[in-house]
């Protein structure tokens, strides 16, 4: 099993352009979940999904966009890039929700500029 | 907002000393669990608790989830440069279905041989 993957690994894109941060997970888990990391903030969630065709807002959605179609795949989308969009985001994902119990399994991450 | 402060954010330590990382809140938490990020990846789950109270061990590793469910400590005997990294504690809620967890702000662990 490849687990968690991402892809690009960095981007750098310019304030307004536009860009998909693409995920895909081989383990048939039902939650993923999108994060950033700045540093010294930890991790910060930005959209999460339960299953496919369900997603929902967690504490930082503004200026993102994500859709699930599939169990595997879990694309977040950029619009009109700024710069305060810079960070690391990671993609994860588990096999139930319930609780936080369950562990979480992440990609490498994606390395994104905006400037 | 819950919220989760971990102390110390930044610790350097010579090889063979102890340390203990400290994760603090005032709400509580259904679980608590402990990942590990190595620079340029993702973080990996270390442990999970449950129970106030729990005390778990790994290694050198000891963890422990506080009486009320607000608090939990990570405890490094002997540290080694392999221990180097970025411990991370994230709290779950018993009543949600929908895996979110709450992050600390992480605490970065230099050990130098």
């Known amino acids: 099993n490849a687990g968690v993957t991402q892809t690009p690994k960095f981007r750098i894109l310019k304030i307004g352009q536009s860009m998909t941060l693409q995920c895909t997970q081989d383990?048939?888990?039902?939650?993923m979940y999108w994060y950033r990391q700045d540093p010294g903030m930890g991790l910060k969630l930005i959209y999460y999904s339960v299953g496919a065709g369900i997603t929902d807002k967690g504490e930082v959605p503004n200026g993102y966009n994500v859709s699930r179609s599939t169990t595997e795949d879990f694309p977040l989308r950029l619009e009109l890039a700024a710069p305060s969009q810079t960070s690391v985001y990671f993609c994860a994902s588990s096999k139930s929700g319930t609780g936080g119990f369950d562990e979480q399994y992440f990609g490498p991450g994606t390395r994104l500029t905006v400037t | 907002t819950q919220l989760l402060e971990q102390s110390p954010q930044f610790l350097s330590i010579q090889e063979g000393e102890n340390l203990t990382v400290y994760c603090n809140s005032s709400?509580?938490?259904?679980?608590l669990q402990w990942y590990r990020q190595e620079p340029g990846e993702g973080p990996v789950l270390l442990v999970t608790?449950?129970?106030?109270?729990e005390v778990k061990k790994l290694k050198r590793l000891t963890f422990q989830f506080g009486d009320a469910r607000k608090d939990s400590s990570l405890h490094i005997t002997a540290a080694q440069p392999g221990d180097t990294g970025l411990y991370l504690c994230a709290g779950g809620r018993g009543s949600s279905n929908t895996g979110k967890l709450i992050f600390g702000q992480g605490t970065t662990l230099q050990v130098k041989p």
């Open positions: 383990m048939n888990h039902n939650y």
């Open positions: 709400s509580v938490f259904s679980s």
């Open positions: 608790v449950v129970t106030g109270g």
